[in-house]
């Protein structure tokens, strides 16, 4: 599967041939907190298979999760979208924002993590089809 996304200015572009590894509904305060929204939605693939393009930008580096383990956030500085997550413990993975998806169609959530971070009115109509894990992603 090839998939390509861009930032809301257009000044940094993404793409990658490598599938899917997972789509998962990240509910940690990190994300949260990036998004300004309850939860966001990611779709990891191979870091070594994704190409990033552009002059604008820019990674923040926070150490977290129930690990204390490091966290890239890579975002335009120009618009300020988030565009991709590097998790030190995600090995090899890197954590598109499936926003920021050209075509958000060819993906559906699979799993929910960190969701003892879950907004409390938050409850997924498909959640029993997806797999949860209260504290953290599986690697």
């Known amino acids: ?63 977290g999760g129930a690990m204390d383990m490091k966290r890239e956030r890579m975002f335009c500085n120009r618009c300020g979208s988030p565009l991709i997550s590097v998790l030190e413990e995600a090995g090899d993975m890197a954590f598109i924002k499936a926003g920021t998806l050209d ?19 938050f409850h997924a109509a498909e959640a029993e089809e997806r797999g949860l894990f209260p504290a953290g992603i599986p690697t």
Do not use: K
């Open 1 to 63: 599967m090839s998939l390509s996304g861009h930032c809301l200015c257009g000044a940094v572009t993404y793409s990658t041939d490598s599938d899917p590894i997972m789509v998962a509904i990240c509910h940690c305060t990190d994300c949260q907190r990036q998004s300004g929204a309850p939860f966001s939605l990611n779709v990891a693939v191979d870091r070594d298979a994704l190409t990033i393009g552009g002059d604008s930008l820019t990674t923040y580096e926070t150490v």
């Open 103 to 121: 075509d958000t169609s060819v993906i559906t959530p699979e799993l929910e993590v960190y969701t003892d971070s879950a907004q409390p009115w």
